[in-house]
Nanobody
Framework: QVHVAESGGGVVETGGSLRLTCDAS????????MGWFRQIPGKEREFVAA????????FYANSVKGRFTISRNDAKTSVYLQMDSLKPEDTAMYFC?????????????????WGQGTQVTVSS
């Protein structure tokens, strides 16, 4: 089983930047992708970004494309989410994911490992 843990959330003003980190541990050998989702209370989880090791492919939600960048470390045990030009609508709890089953990374049902989340608040 893969365990993931997020860090790096906080409060930032509109237009500011934050960098989230997700560290994976445990049986990471078979893991081939990691990603980020976010959720606002009372709403469904929303896909944000994913990184697939094969081919170093990245995937983004349209709402964050051009503002957020997902990257990984060489060991393939951590992913980072660089968030620039933040907007109040980016305010949410951000969750890291790992151990997907399949490659429809946009679907939260694909991911088997989830972190506890880190809060990102963008003030207007």
């Amino acid at each position: 089983q893969v365990h993931v843990a997020e860090s790096g959330g906080g409060v930032v003003e509109t237009g500011g930047s934050l960098r989230l980190t997700c560290d994976a541990s445990g049986r990471t050998f078979h893991n081939y992708a990691m990603g980020w989702f976010r959720q606002i209370p009372g709403k469904e989880r929303e896909f944000v970004a994913a990184f697939q090791w094969m081919g170093d492919r990245t995937f983004y939600a349209n709402s964050v494309k051009g503002r957020f960048t997902i990257s990984r470390n060489d060991a393939k045990t951590s992913v980072y989410l660089q968030m620039d030009s933040l907007k109040p609508e980016d305010t949410a709890m951000y969750f890291c994911t790992a151990s997907p089953v399949g490659d429809n990374f946009y679907n939260d049902a694909v991911w088997r490992s989830w972190g506890q989340g880190t809060q990102v608040t963008v003030s207007s």
